[in-house]
């Protein structure tokens, strides 16, 4: 087989270097337009791909662009609000100090004049040397101390009697008293009564309930308040029990002073 047949039988790219110097022209002028020498070198369809893309992208790019620059005016904008505002409270703190400023200025003028009138009292005083001979320069101090003497004795008499009027206080205790009957039979609303009918100065009785002990016998819980200094517990269950038909005994549950 001749060199002819060899080359003819395969599939060799004879448009290679026409490619290679197309690309090389699109690196080298990407961010112009495409010249026509460059553009001559690419076959028909493939003329127009680089000048599309290229449109493309610029159109997009200026679309970004616009984009920015609003965002920048209305960011502008807002700074010149917020400088705006700044100026105003600056000058409105700065009137404020030069009131405060001169406002105190006035105060130190008013307060001199009684100072300087002052020497001019002394000289007065000074002028009369008799009347000042006479004067007695401590007998306002005593007449001070006697008086304050007086005033501290009074309240002294005031609290002495508003103390002595003040009622001492009453010691008193509260009882809880189990009064225990003979049998189930036993009346116990007629016990209750005996035990309420003990009467005596600072003895006062309070709530009452039955309580089950057992075998059917309930006992009498009452509850009272006896004043220490005249009613002792001895003396009150000593009355109580005088009632031997009704109580068999009587006990002290629970005793707390108030």
């Given at each position: 087989?001749?060199?002819?047949?060899?080359?003819?039988?395969?599939?060799?790219?004879?448009?290679?270097?026409?490619?290679?110097?197309?690309?090389?022209?699109?690196?080298?002028?990407?961010?112009?337009p495409p010249?026509?020498?460059?553009?001559?070198?690419?076959?028909?369809?493939?003329?127009?791909?680089?000048?599309?893309r290229n449109?493309?992208?610029?159109?997009?790019?200026?679309?970004?662009?616009?984009?920015?620059?609003?965002?920048?005016?209305?960011?502008?904008?807002?700074?010149?609000?917020?400088?705006?505002?700044?100026?105003?409270?600056?000058?409105?703190?700065?009137?404020?100090?030069?009131?405060?400023?001169?406002?105190?200025?006035?105060?130190?003028?008013?307060?001199?004049?009684?100072?300087?009138?002052?020497?001019?009292?002394?000289?007065?005083?000074?002028?009369?040397?008799?009347?000042?001979?006479?004067?007695?320069?401590?007998?306002?101090?005593?007449?001070?101390?006697?008086?304050?003497?007086?005033?501290?004795?009074?309240?002294?008499?005031?609290?002495?009697?508003?103390?002595?009027?003040?009622p001492a206080?009453?010691?008193?205790?509260?009882?809880?008293?189990?009064?225990?009957?003979?049998?189930?039979?036993?009346?116990?609303?007629?016990?209750?009564?005996?035990?309420?009918?003990?009467?005596?100065?600072?003895?006062?009785?309070?709530?009452?309930?039955?309580?089950?002990?057992?075998?059917?016998?309930?006992?009498?819980?009452?509850?009272?308040?006896?004043?220490?200094?005249?009613?002792?517990?001895?003396?009150?269950?000593?009355?109580?029990?005088?009632?031997?038909?009704?109580?068999?005994?009587?006990?002290?549950?629970?005793?707390?002073?108030?």
């Amino acid at each position: 087989m001749s060199g002819l047949q060899c080359l003819a039988s395969e599939n060799i790219w004879f448009d290679k270097p026409l490619y290679d110097e197309a690309e090389k022209c699109f690196y080298e002028g990407a961010n112009g337009p495409p010249s026509k020498a460059k553009t001559a070198l690419l076959p028909k369809g493939r003329q127009q791909r680089p000048r599309n893309r290229n449109s493309s992208s610029h159109a997009g790019g200026d679309q970004e662009l616009v984009t920015r620059m609003k965002s920048m005016e209305l960011e502008n904008h807002t700074l010149h609000k917020v400088v705006a505002e700044m100026r105003a409270a600056l000058q409105t703190l700065e009137n404020r100090v030069a009131t405060l400023e001169k406002s105190p200025a006035g105060v130190p003028s008013a307060k001199a004049a009684p100072v300087q009138a002052t020497p001019v009292k002394q000289v007065q005083n000074g002028d009369d040397e008799d009347e000042d001979d006479d004067m007695d320069l401590f007998g306002s101090d005593d007449e001070d101390d006697e008086e304050a003497e007086r005033l501290k004795q009074e309240r002294l008499d005031a609290y002495a009697a508003k103390k002595s009027k003040k009622p001492a206080l009453i010691a008193k205790s509260s009882l809880l008293l189990d009064v225990k009957p003979w049998d189930d039979e036993t009346d116990m609303a007629k016990l209750e009564e005996c035990v309420r009918s003990v009467q005596m100065e600072g003895l006062l009785w309070g709530a009452s309930k039955l309580v089950p002990v057992g075998y059917g016998i309930k006992k009498l819980q009452i509850t009272c308040v006896i004043e220490d200094d005249k009613v002792g517990t001895d003396m009150l269950e000593e009355e109580i029990t005088k009632f031997e038909d009704f109580i068999q005994s009587i006990d002290v549950a629970a005793f707390n002073k108030i």
